[in-house]
């Protein structure tokens, strides 16, 4: 439980260092910054490898799968690396939402900040309740290989649909139960009009976010299942790719029509990881091949998207 403590403080720091300091007063995040930004993560991420390591070669933390601390390290860059393909897709919607609600550049990373802090709280839960029914279930891993299968057909198959977050379930019945108005004041979630208090476009935004994480966790987390049960492997890879995703989501926002083949790279992601959940029971991949078909998938729908690109 000290490593746990440990790792949430921590993450606690980054993000109070990000919106205390980083980000004390809004502004509209630049391409140079968030690339900045995201090559800081995706560098702690993966230095955060031989922190696992050294964690599971001393047996400093509990390790129920008894996982050696290659394979400890290999499961959870393997793990990080579906969680972050994943989360591109989920850029793709972010920025459909934040356009629909026409939220200025210089708020959004307040709307994502908290967003993002909301999700790992949904997140861990769906971690821990995932984890559990997967060790008490054995049927469970045909369950969560069936479902990645059928959203990967799904998502092969189906066609182009514009996105319409005021036309969505959350919109409407928020609409319902809260004042709404469409205007802004600052950065507020909430303004004073006359007698009543009205949520501003950023709490509308930041609800129908939080909802849509909670969606696509719906895929990743019984993606990351597939490649272990281990519960801080997952949940660490799951919050690095998370807490990542923010200045991604700046850096690529402006280049989202440039990766028009990347959806083909997790199709083949999903399709694997739901016929090794299938599998589990029967056949064991070894951790170098998951590790090298998901870095390959990625590697290979950027390389095509990039080169369509250029013609």
Known sequence: ?????????????????????????????????????????VTLSFLFSGVIYWLYGSGTIANPDQLTANNATIKYITGYLIELSLSIDNIFVIA????????????????????????IVFRALMIFFGVVLINKFSFTTYVFGAFLLF?????????????????SFVYRNLRKV????????????FMQLKHIKAATPLFITLVVIEFTDILFALDS?????????????????????????RSMYFFLSNM???????????????????????????FKFPEWVSLTFIGLSLLIGILVSLRKAED
């Open 178 to 189: 809260m004042p709404i108005t469409t205007q802004m004041d600052g950065q507020k979630f």
């Open 151 to 167: 959203t990967a057909f799904k998502m092969l198959t189906q066609k182009e649909e514009t996105f319409n977050p005021k036309r």
């Open 96 to 119: 459909v939402i934040f356009s629909s609600f026409n939220i200025p550049l210089k708020y959004q990373h307040r709307v994502l900040f908290w967003g993002i802090l909301g999700a």
């Open 256 to 282: 989202l029509n440039k990766f028009e083949y990347l959806k083909y790279s997790l199709v083949a992601i999903l399709t694997f990881v739901g016929v090794k959940l299938i599998l589990a029971h029967h």
């Open 1 to 41: 439980m000290i490593v746990w403590g440990l790792f949430i403080l921590g993450i606690l720091i980054f993000l109070a260092l990000d919106l205390g300091v980083f980000n004390k007063n809004p502004h509209v995040i630049s391409i140079k910054e968030a690339s900045a930004w995201t090559a800081v993560w």
């Open 221 to 245: 987390v019984p993606a990351i299942l597939a490649i272990t049960s281990d519960p801080f492997l997952v949940f660490s890879s799951n919050i690095f790719a998370i807490l990542g995703l």
